[in-house]
């Protein structure tokens, strides 16, 4: 039964194409979603920093002053929870492959400046408090105020 059944694979695979690709001489297809490494439309971000706090390796970085955003290439492990924590939906987790690296490699993307909110204004300084009188003089206004009510 098990000699036939082999006999029968192997007749069967002799007029099959063949599972394997000639990768590297022929680009492979990545099937839908299939995960490769994280992009990022910098132009739509708003430096909210949500990506940056529910990453759960810590790869993402973001600076609101300066409008940056980074990623630690080696540190993301794909798991796309960013792109779905973000609110403006910049972040995209695409196909490919990543090649290995001997070093860190930290991606930057900076926000295009038209994208930027003008720093606030600094808040007005507060109005002195009006300054009491004395109650001795506050008294005597006061009397004043009363004789002259009476002569009018
Ligand atoms: S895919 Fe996962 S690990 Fe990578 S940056 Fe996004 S949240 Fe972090
Ligand atoms: S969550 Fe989106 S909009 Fe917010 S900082 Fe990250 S990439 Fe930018």
């Not at 599972?19 to 490769?36: C, L, M, Q």
């Not at 990506?51 to 798991?79: F, H, L």
């Not at 900076?110 to 109650?135: C, I, L, Q, S």
Request: aromatic share 6%; with cysteine; proline share 10%.
């Amino acid at each position: 039964m098990g000699i036939m059944t082999f006999r029968n694979t192997m007749l069967a695979n002799l007029f099959k194409k063949p599972v394997t690709t000639k990768y590297p001489a022929e680009p492979i297809d990545y099937p839908e979603g299939s995960r490769g490494h994280i992009e990022i439309e910098i132009e739509k971000c708003i430096s909210c920093m949500l990506c940056a706090k529910n990453c759960p390796s810590g790869a993402i970085t973001v600076d609101r002053k300066e409008g940056s955003w980074e990623i630690n290439r080696m540190d993301c492990i794909q798991c796309g929870y960013c792109t779905m924590k973000c609110p403006k939906k910049c972040l995209h987790i695409v196909p490919g492959y990543t090649a290995p690296d001997g070093v860190k490699q930290v991606d930057r993307f900076v926000r295009p400046p038209e994208t930027m909110k003008p720093a606030a204004k600094p808040a007005a300084a507060p109005k002195p408090a009006e300054e009491k009188k004395p109650e001795a003089a506050q008294k005597a206004a006061d009397a004043v105020k009363t004789e002259e009510t009476k002569q009018n």
